[in-house]
């Protein structure tokens, strides 16, 4: 498992350790896979590295736009920030980007609100999440707290682990256990039931928001269906300044 906050302080230093929590939180639940689809939904989120750089090449050819990773950069960023797929999958790496492009929102906010660095703060995400000052401010659904409001709610999530594959232990390593061959299989062959896929088997589903139909994207990793990252906006595609720390 890597801790959240120390992969934050190495991989996005110019932005306070728990505002990149939050802005995680709001963005993938600390989902490096999460794929986020503007004007479709994912039936379920990809469950390994693999699958989610497929889908994300998936959805590419097949014209969507979407933000993708931990801190759900836009893949129109990518280039500009120079990440392919497989990086951007990488939580340090694309952590690095959303913070650039969290600071380079909250620099450019500064001056539009005279200095003061809570509300260049608020601005920024605004601007974060739909590339302006405003947007963010405003809620998606009547009666239901705008993407500020939201990040504003977790200024004291406790952030989750990120799991990895652990290394190998020398002290605890075994050799390899043996498998005998199996005897020779009778020349009759036994009838063979017919079945469906394995349920680990269950693929991901591109749906648009407003239409009913479903259309197959990706179809091998294994996983249970989770809850849907959505995103309703490009992220800006600005350079940020490298001497901005964002509190």
């Not at 990440?83 to 001056?111: K, Q």
């Not at 608020?122 to 659904?141: E, H, I, K």
Request: charged fraction near 20%; proline fraction near 9%; hydrophobic fraction near 40%.
């Amino acid at each position: 498992m890597l801790d959240f906050l120390l992969l934050a302080e190495q991989c996005a230093p110019t932005v306070a350790p728990q505002t990149m929590a939050a802005i995680v939180q709001v963005e993938s639940t600390f989902n490096p896979y999460a794929i986020g689809v503007v004007g479709g939904v994912l039936q379920r989120q990809p469950q390994a590295k693999d699958e989610a750089v497929e889908t994300a090449k998936a959805l590419e050819a097949d014209g969507w736009n979407f933000s993708l990773g931990i801190a759900q950069v836009n893949r129109h960023n990518l280039p500009k920030y120079g990440l392919s797929y497989e990086e951007a999958f990488d939580p340090c790496e694309n952590m690095r980007v959303g913070s650039l492009i969290l600071e380079d929102c909250y620099t450019r906010a500064l001056p539009r609100v005279d200095g003061d660095e809570q509300r260049a703060l608020q601005s920024a995400f605004s601007c974060y999440y739909s590339g302006n000052f405003t947007r963010g401010f405003q809620p998606d659904v009547s009666g239901k707290p705008s993407y500020v409001e939201k990040v504003l709610a977790q200024a004291d999530v406790e952030p989750k682990a990120i799991p990895i594959v652990p290394s190998i232990s020398s002290r605890e390593a075994t050799k390899p256990q043996r498998v005998r061959a199996a005897t020779a299989a009778s020349p009759t062959p036994a009838a063979r039931t017919p079945s469906g896929p394995p349920v680990d088997h269950t693929p991901v589903l591109l749906q648009r928001v407003d239409a009913p139909a479903s259309a197959t994207v990706v179809t091998h990793e294994r996983g249970q269906v989770d809850a849907p990252v959505t995103n309703e906006d490009a992220k800006p595609a600005a350079q940020a300044a490298s001497s901005s720390i964002v509190f």
